[in-house]
């Protein structure tokens, strides 16, 4: 029997702050693919958080969404984070 993983696969992405809350509203629309979460607003980085199993899924709607805004995938930013799921991420390395 398989045994469920908590590996999340963290994307990180630079947007245009005005962006933020439409990549925010395409995942949640997209139920259980992915969780968003602004890491730096000023900046306008977000991360995409996404288990395993829809990974692929998550991918394809990223390409998608690059086809209508500019969406570019970053290195994690060195940011201290006051969100509490961030930090037990950040954590799991």
Same mark, same amino acid.
Request: aromatic share 6%; net charge negative; proline share 5%.
């Given at each position: 029997?398989?045994?469920? !993983? !908590? ?18 509203? *395409? ?8 969780? #968003?979460? !602004? #890491? ?6 977000? #991360?995409? *958080? ?23 995938? #970053? ?9 509490? *799921? ?8």
């Amino acid at each position: 029997m398989l045994q469920p !993983t !908590t590996a999340i696969h963290a994307i990180y992405l630079q947007v245009r702050p005005t962006d933020i809350a439409q990549v925010k509203f *395409l995942f949640e629309s997209y139920e259980e693919i992915a969780i #968003v979460r !602004t #890491v730096d607003r000023r900046a306008a980085i977000i #991360v995409v *958080l996404v288990v395993p199993d829809f990974l692929p899924v998550a991918r394809a709607v990223l390409e998608e969404l690059r086809t209508q805004i500019d969406c570019v995938e #970053v290195a994690a930013p060195a940011v201290e984070s006051d969100d509490w *799921l961030m930090r037990e991420i950040d954590g799991d390395d």
